[in-house]
């Protein structure tokens, strides 16, 4: 079964094929390019792109799998709106897997992990997975202080993640090169026994975590004196 596999919850701007058999989970093809300004720009030609290698159409596909954040409005809503078109045109269906699943699940190895994207705003997206990779806490999002004092209480010993990376002096944990950003081929391994089963398409509902900058205005300014 061929599935595609988005995620634009982060600066990286990520499309995937995944081969998803009884045996297991391979990526065929992959683009991936940090950019946090272009998510729009970027994501479609990807998904074209990673197609193209294979040699497949998008009448191939069998399902969708896309990132659900968190992540900052503008950018993941691309992703998500890409998933959700794609599927209602094509006939498929689409699963949503936490994005930071995609980080804390491939980093886990027998000890508590956090996985963190940066929110803006001096702020860390969040969560925290046992040595199997399940998810312990989160995803939420606080400062990196308040994080610091939270990940100590649940014995993490290791960071992932970008926002790890940016506030690793506060955080005050080991940070690990990879992964930096949500890994595809995490994604689709999280989402394959659903796939596997056939079960029906789920709306992809973001994990904004907070109301986005930009708000309707409550009122009119008078414009005579």
Not at 70 to 76: H, I, K
Not at 84 to 90: I, R, S, Y
Not at 101 to 119: R, T
Not at 187 to 212: D, H, K, V
């Amino acid at each position: 079964m061929l599935v595609l596999v988005v995620d634009s919850s982060t600066p990286a701007v990520t499309a995937a094929l995944a081969e998803v058999s009884a045996d297991g989970v391979a990526v065929r093809a992959s683009r991936c390019t940090v950019d946090a300004r272009a998510h729009g720009e970027l994501l479609a030609p990807q998904v074209d792109a990673v197609l193209a290698d294979v040699g497949a159409r998008p009448a191939d596909l069998t399902a969708i799998v896309a990132g659900l954040g968190p992540g900052p409005f503008t950018g993941l809503r691309v992703g998500l709106v890409t998933a959700a078109t794609m599927g209602q045109v094509l006939g498929v269906p689409t699963y949503g897997v936490c994005s930071l699943d995609g980080l804390g699940h491939p980093a886990a190895a027998g000890e508590p992990v956090l996985a963190a994207s940066d929110a803006r705003r001096r702020e860390i997206y969040w969560a925290v997975y046992d040595g199997a990779g399940r998810r312990l806490a989160g995803p939420e999002v606080a400062a990196p202080a308040v994080v610091a004092e939270r990940v100590r209480d649940l014995a993490v010993t290791v960071a992932v993640g970008d926002g790890a990376h940016r506030y690793a002096d506060v955080l005050g944990l080991p940070v690990r090169d990879e992964p930096r950003y949500p890994d595809p081929l995490a994604l689709a391994r999280l989402a394959a026994p659903r796939i596997r089963a056939g079960a029906p398409g789920e709306t992809l509902t973001p994990l904004y975590l907070r109301r986005p900058d930009a708000v309707a205005a409550t009122g009119h300014k008078p414009v005579l004196p």
